[in-house]
């Protein structure tokens, strides 16, 4: 086998790269805002012990009517009528709710904060299917450890199987890519090694996206899973067409990440999916987003989840995922395959595939829930596809039901989902493993963050900002008529090793006597590799100026013949650049891009880049009469 860089997923890899890239600029996370105070006791040596009196209880499989749940030691004890308890257990009044067991999320991709964020939403377990080792390691660490009781548990695929120059959803540098099929075996013997509690691989096309990719062959998907089989793991294949899910079955997947859009589902499908016992990874709502539906933007608005969800997470609630023009999705074709399996007792389970744009870790599953209750399953089937069906498919037989001896992993929410299954929004309470999920310093950071939103639209500009002039370079520095000025920005901050230079030179355009020169080398050591100039036109690094009296960026270039890009950063953007490429050459040319074309009005401006593509290399080009009007 060897070590590739290869392209990601149609719809990822811009998520995945702009993430890498805010992270490492600008955005703390979001328990740093919150002082770090966990929900409970860092060492989990005293499990909390309770009782839930009175709430209508969901199992994971039916409803219960009213009940009480007694919870000790993180376990449940006991789940009945008017229950005798010790007169000192902390007494939950669960009148007019629901008591449910704690979320599951069969599709997500795990960074940073992303658990924290998913227990706040009731989303206890992250399946991912594919993430850094490294960083799985350390999330299972913190749990035996007793050290993650405010964050959900992660399960995940570790690195996917997949080929060089094929898709796969994960963060690193470089992953390890499979060559032939005798190599199979080693290849999952090494992702064990890793830590993976399952196996991802990659067999889709992208034909249906109308973005061509490399993928495994027949031969090497078949070995692959074989190999999995061999060490007791599950293959869940990630498909994207119709015609790929039939090679998944007839191969011996176990289940498939995705429904396919590109066509309506076939009898032949149909009858391989239940012959075979598969389960289905549905992820509705990247499908959506994919077709052109409606993004995740209303949960922001929704009273009972709106509160809680950060500015990253709303900005990636409002993006799109684009798709080619010749693209065959239609949003159609997967209700219709979701309702045919789920109608033959396929399993279907609920993934929100965070964070893709449209979604965010644990809000996005509620709207997951929604849209499989729109493709026909009842409240309660698609309750049970974020509980009890994950559980039992993956062999998390802790959990996922509410019934004496399992870990009390329980979300209690008012109103009653099984009727409504927007009610598992208004939440009540989380707890995992008993311990009681603090959510409250998540609803102040997001309140102060709206609070910070609101008041940039009415800041003053930034002073020295009025001619909208940047800078010209004439006085040879890189300091700027306002803002912190120009500075050398890498994908070093992320491991990266590419690099840059920059360097006052004579001779501009229309008689101009400077310029700025930007020179440097992409390397690929990165997998979304950057190098160039920064300017920050806040005096705060990173902090908001409002240029909303401004429509458009102007500067003149000239350079190499290749394409560089202005990535435009912004508060509301949740500090993930929006960006436009511009073309280069010998001669002197203006370039104007308003404001618009960034999805800004420019009232919070955190800082705007000048970079070289990823394409690996030196580079050279210059820029000059930079100005905003």
Do not use: C
């Not at 196996?199 to 109308?210: F, H, L, R, T, W």
């Not at 870990?407 to 299954?421: E, N, S």
Request: glycine share 10%; net charge negative.
């Amino acid at each position: 086998m060897k070590r590739s860089k290869y392209s990601q997923r149609l719809f990822t890899a811009r998520a995945w790269f702009l993430t890498l890239i805010s992270f490492a600029l600008a955005a703390p996370s979001l328990l740093a805002q919150q002082g770090g105070t966990p929900a409970a006791p860092a060492n989990g040596t005293d499990s909390p012990s309770f009782v839930v009196r009175g709430a209508r209880v969901f199992d994971g499989r039916s409803t219960l009517g009213n009940q009480d749940v007694w919870v000790e030691d993180g376990k449940i004890k006991a789940v009945g009528a008017s229950l005798k308890t010790p007169d000192a257990l902390r007494e939950v009044n669960g009148q007019g709710a629901t008591l449910l067991p704690g979320l599951i999320d069969a599709h997500t991709h795990a960074w940073a904060d992303a658990l924290k964020q998913a227990l706040v939403f009731g989303v206890t377990t992250e399946l991912d299917m594919s993430s850094d080792p490294k960083y799985d390691a350390e999330m299972r660490r913190m749990e035996v450890d007793g050290k993650n009781h405010d964050a959900a548990e992660l399960r995940s695929a570790g690195t996917p199987v997949t080929v060089a120059k094929g898709h796969g959803d994960e963060s690193g540098t470089e992953i390890p890519v499979l060559t032939r099929a005798a190599e199979a075996q080693s290849f999952v013997d090494a992702r064990i090694a890793e830590g993976s509690d399952y196996i991802e691989v990659i067999y889709d096309d992208g034909s249906a996206y109308g973005h061509p990719v490399a993928t495994l062959s027949k031969e090497e998907l078949a070995a692959v899973i074989k190999a999995a089989h061999n060490r007791h793991k599950l293959a869940v294949v990630h498909i994207g067409s119709q015609a790929g899910a039939i090679d998944a079955i007839n191969a011996g997947a176990d289940g498939l990440a995705h429904i396919f859009e590109d066509a309506p589902p076939s009898g032949q499908f149909v009858k391989l999916a239940k012959k075979h016992h598969i389960f289905v990874v549905a992820t509705l709502t990247v499908s959506q987003i994919a077709a052109g539906g409606p993004r995740g933007e209303p949960l922001s608005s929704d009273p009972h989840l709106g509160p809680y969800i950060d500015s990253q997470s709303a900005a990636n609630l409002k993006r799109a995922i684009s798709s080619a023009s010749d693209s065959k999705l239609n949003f159609a074709n997967a209700l219709a395959a979701v309702a045919a399996l789920q109608k033959t007792g396929v399993p279907i389970l609920a993934g929100s595939d965070a964070p893709n744009p449209g979604t965010a870790h644990g809000v996005g599953l509620h709207r997951e829930l929604e849209l499989l209750v729109q493709a026909g399953l009842t409240p309660q089937e698609a309750l049970a596809s974020a509980t009890s069906l994950p559980a039992q498919t993956f062999g998390l037989n802790d959990r996922g039901r509410i019934a004496p001896g399992l870990r009390a992993d329980l979300l209690l929410v008012k109103g009653d989902p099984t009727r409504d299954i927007t009610a598992t929004r208004d939440i009540l309470d989380v707890w995992k493993t008993g311990y009681q999920e603090n959510r409250e310093p998540f609803r102040r950071a997001a309140e102060k963050e709206k609070q910070q939103e609101a008041a940039s639209h009415n800041a003053a500009p930034p002073p020295g900002s009025e001619s909208g002039l940047i800078s010209d370079f004439e006085d040879q520095s890189l300091q700027t008529k306002f803002g912190m000025g120009f500075s050398v920005s890498t994908d070093a901050i992320t491991g990266g090793r590419s690099t840059a230079e920059l360097k006052i030179i004579e001779g501009g355009p229309s008689g101009s006597k400077h310029a700025l020169q930007i020179t440097g080398v992409i390397s690929p050591a990165f997998q979304y590799p950057w190098a160039g100039a920064m300017f920050s036109p806040s005096r705060t690094p990173m902090g908001p100026a409002n240029l909303s009296g401004k429509k458009a960026l102007h500067f003149s270039t000239h350079g190499d013949g290749r394409t560089y890009r202005v990535l435009l950063f912004t508060q509301s953007g949740g500090y993930l650049p929006a960006q436009k490429t511009f073309a280069t050459g010998p001669d002197w040319t203006e370039v104007e891009i308003p404001f618009s074309d960034f999805n800004t009005d420019g009232h919070d401006i955190t800082g705007i880049l000048f970079t070289a593509t990823s394409d690996p290399g030196a580079f050279i080009f210059a820029i000059d009469n930079l100005k905003v009007e």
